[in-house]
């Protein structure tokens, strides 16, 4: 197992100082992830107007990957529709199941792709895939 | 001692091996030991010899299978210093132990408006089965709360043990913080008022001599999996009289002793808290890990443990970035170390060291209520057994150095 590939400078950027840590004022949806494995507890806030998904941001205490993972996430699904958004979930959990390889399919994910080794630190896989599943459950 | 060591780490096969390409460093023993090559070869031998059901057939199998079970229960009594091998009942693990007295005593014990004590470190397994009898009989659910140490302050056991309480439940060695508590004081104060006294064991049984009489327990609870045992293995113990009194927890095989169309009658103790065909294996496990231990003698694992412990210690207290939990005086606790790193979560800590081939705990250890008394999310726990060397404890403190470097921080 790499450290390198997992603590890589953008996975620390998004970890330590993400512009996306921050509240939203009346927001229109608030959900909360937790992961009871580890503690990590992540709160989504969104902003919508019509379908689409106007501002996003987190709160909340969890470890650098869940952290980075969450802040990747938002600054992916801002200004997307709710549709698009969900697809990006389904992409990116097809991808760390590796499910979904095909590297056009995946290369929506940009940043996020940061997580494709994740698999190699099974421990982690909650950490990575948190802000995922607690943003498809608030939207659904 | 050098020799003793290297004789000792040859008995675990486990230990010897490599984990990511390095040394495995084995600092999770609070969740689970590794098992000595006697124990796994004692299995081993019972399904090529002696296999078969106890309690049920008149053949040579059958005997021989009876014989080591119930060798095994003995073997436990005198372990933990019980009367009667009538006290020991086995189990599947401390969980069980802590439900079956939750559903088939204090169920029977606890009326409305009376109170159960239990403290603010108490592992799950000691707390829901205790939110349960408490929320079916609508009784009041009481904590002891800690000190700065994570000790628990004597006023909290004055105040909140009164003439209400009927039941206190209560863990001998923290799982989360290794603090050990006051038992003895514990249970004269609770007896005062009448109230019956669980001891949680599952820390404390593996790690240092346990005299249930001294400690004047009315019950206790422990694994046999921490403790070098195999895993599925458990006991309750409870004084003579007390288990009498309880009702079956499981119903049907070897628990009874008539049986007619519509009633029966059940088995003298300690068969009627054992129903169904037991985890025998488990108990020869267990049986077989307890004379290991009885060998090497448990004053000396304990004077090894906390020599480990103090050691760690001073060595943690000594880096900068690290924050500890619990008592700094490592006369007050077992062999049990949580931490954090300042500006890291304890899981990245945990991937980290696993990279070097450390395995230890990261998370709220079964003990959420605990971490939100303390306004942690979670710690990081090195836990140690016997086994465990002063030269893993350099190692691990080496690669401890290391983290806050992979996560980006200067030092
Ligand atoms: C203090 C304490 N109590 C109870 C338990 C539960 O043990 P088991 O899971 O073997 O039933 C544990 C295990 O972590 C423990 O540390
Ligand atoms: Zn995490």
């Known amino acids: ?140 | 001692m050098q020799n003793f060591m290297q004789d000792i780490r040859k008995d675990f096969p486990a230990l010897s091996q490599q984990i990511n390409e390095k040394s495995l460093i084995y600092f999770d023993n609070a969740a689970t030991t590794h098992k000595p090559k006697q124990v796994i070869d004692a299995l081993t031998t019972y399904y090529e010899k002696f296999n078969a059901n106890p309690h049920r057939g008149a053949h040579y199998l059958s005997i021989k299978s009876t014989e080591i079970y119930e060798d095994a229960r003995e073997t436990v009594r005198k372990f933990i210093h019980a009367k009667s091998s009538k006290e020991i009942i086995f189990t599947k693990n401390a969980t069980e132990s802590l439900n079956i007295l939750a559903f088939s005593y204090a169920m029977n014990l606890v009326e409305e408006g009376d109170e159960i004590v239990v403290s603010i470190l108490e592992h799950h397994s000691n707390l829901l089965p205790w939110q349960q009898v408490a929320k079916l009989k609508g009784a009041t659910l009481k904590f002891l709360y800690l000190n700065k140490d994570g000790g628990i302050k004597d006023t909290e056991i004055e105040s909140k043990i009164t003439k209400k309480t009927k039941l206190v439940s209560i863990t001998h060695m923290s799982n989360a913080l290794g603090n050990i508590n006051p038992i003895e004081k514990i249970t004269t104060y609770a007896h005062q008022y009448g109230a019956k006294v669980i001891l949680d064991g599952a820390q404390s049984v593996p790690h240092m001599t346990i005299d249930v009489g001294k400690l004047g327990i009315d019950f206790m609870v422990f694994s046999g999996h921490k403790m070098l045992a195999p895993m599925g293995i458990g006991v309750l113990y409870g004084k003579e009289a007390l288990l009498k009194e309880m009702k079956p927890f499981l119903f049907g095989g070897n628990m009874i002793e008539y049986v007619y169309e519509d009633y029966a009658s059940f088995a003298e103790l300690p068969f009627k808290l054992e129903a169904g065909t037991q985890n025998v294996e488990g108990a020869l496990g267990l049986m077989t890990a307890i004379n290991y231990i009885n060998e090497i003698g448990m004053e000396k694992i304990q004077a090894i443990e906390a020599d480990l412990t103090s050691y760690a210690l001073e060595k943690l207290t000594n880096l900068d970035e690290v924050v500890l939990y619990g008592s700094k005086n490592s006369k007050d606790r077992g062999a049990v170390i949580s931490f954090n790193i300042k500006d890291v979560h304890p899981h990245d800590t945990a991937s980290i060291l696993d990279s070097y081939g450390v395995a230890v705990r990261a998370g709220h250890h079964c003990a959420q209520p605990l971490m939100r008394y303390l306004e942690i999310p979670a710690t990081t726990r090195a836990s140690f057994s016997f086994y465990n060397t002063k030269e893993e404890i350099d190692f691990f403190v080496e690669s401890l150095k290391k983290v806050r470097r992979w996560l980006g921080y200067g030092s």
């Not at chain 1, 990747?72 to 958004?85: H, N, V």
């Open chain 1, 1 to 140: 197992m790499d450290l390198n590939s997992i603590y890589s400078e953008l996975i620390l950027e998004h970890s330590q100082n993400s512009h996306n840590y921050r509240r939203i004022d009346a927001p229109t949806l608030s959900h909360k992830g937790h992961n009871p494995s580890c503690g990590d507890e992540i709160t989504l806030q969104l902003k919508l107007e019509s379908e689409i998904i106007k501002d996003a941001a987190f709160s909340g205490v969890g470890c650098a990957i869940s952290k980075a993972s969450t802040s990747i996430l938002i600054d992916l699904i801002t200004d997307k529709t709710k549709q698009e958004a969900l697809n990006l979930v389904d992409t990116f959990i097809g991808m760390i199941k590796r499910e979904v390889t095909n590297e056009e399919e995946l290369e929506i994910l940009e940043d996020a792709l940061a997580f494709q080794n994740i698999s190699n630190l099974p421990a982690r896989v909650k950490c990575a895939v948190l802000a995922w599943h607690t943003l498809k459950k608030s939207l659904e």
